[in-house]
């Protein structure tokens, strides 16, 4: 059964940054992709960003430019690098792999003016 475990959450101030990493374990995920999705308090997911089992990556408008999706597939994990933080970027992260509609338990992200 595939596990999707993410790490790297907390609180910071805008302007700072984080790495959230997420670790699938059960499957190899090597030719999946993987994204990372974010709920907002109050508001549906959105989808963040993804990367294809190739390395090509797409990113939501908002975070373009400040983001960045990366996979180790011999470490079996996904990172997101997020720089020049926001205070809207404050949600609970999650990684997901969508072929299997796997979905991580989640990692806060707080980020204070």
């Known amino acids: 059964q595939v596990q999707l475990v993410e790490s790297g959450g907390g609180l910071v101030q805008a302007g700072a940054s984080l790495r959230l990493s997420c670790v699938v374990s059960g499957m190899d995920f090597s030719d999946r992709t993987v994204a990372w999705y974010r709920r907002i308090s109050g508001r549906q997911r959105e989808w963040v960003a993804s990367i294809g089992s190739s390395g090509e990556t797409n990113y939501f408008e908002a975070v373009q430019g400040r983001f960045t999706i990366s996979r180790d597939n011999a470490k079996n994990t996904v990172y997101l690098q997020m720089n020049s933080l926001k205070v809207e970027d404050t949600a609970v992260y999650y990684c997901?792999?969508?072929?299997?509609?796997?979905w991580g338990q989640g990692t806060q992200v707080t980020v204070s003016s």
């Open positions: 997901v792999v969508p072929y299997w509609d796997a």
